[in-house]
């Protein structure tokens, strides 16, 4: 069975950053693309970035130049570099990891981002 425990969630204010990490456990075997949504309250999730396993990277609109998706693969754990955080930006964020023997792919529990003066 595979977990993903995400972590670096917290408050920040307006213009700061955060760090969000994910790492898998468990019987890891043919993870590809991983990545990022998010959902705020009273609206759908959404996707945030993703990065293949040839790491070519594809993000939202919205958070398009501020964001920035990376993973390591020998530590099979993704990241994602939020900075010039904005209000907007206030949501449970959770990493997904695609795997070529789960259709569904893997969900982490979700770590809550809060921007807030």
């Known amino acids: 069975q595979v977990r993903l425990l995400e972590s670096g969630g917290g408050l920040v204010q307006p213009g700061g950053s955060l760090r969000l990490s994910c790492a898998a456990s468990?019987?890891?075997?043919?993870?590809?693309?991983m990545g990022w949504y998010r959902q705020a309250p009273g609206k759908q999730r959404e996707l945030v970035a993703h990065i293949t396993s040839s790491s070519n990277t594809a993000y939202a609109d919205s958070v398009k130049g501020r964001f920035t998706i990376s993973r390591d693969n020998a530590q099979n754990t993704v990241y994602l570099q939020m900075n010039s955080l904005k209000p907007e930006d206030t949501a449970v964020y959770y990493c997904?990891?695609?795997?070529?023997?789960?259709?569904?792919?893997?969900w982490g529990q979700g770590t809550q981002v809060t921007v807030s003066s």
């Open positions: 468990g019987s890891i075997f043919g993870i590809n693309t």
């Open positions: 997904h990891m695609n795997s070529l023997y789960n259709a569904g792919g893997y």
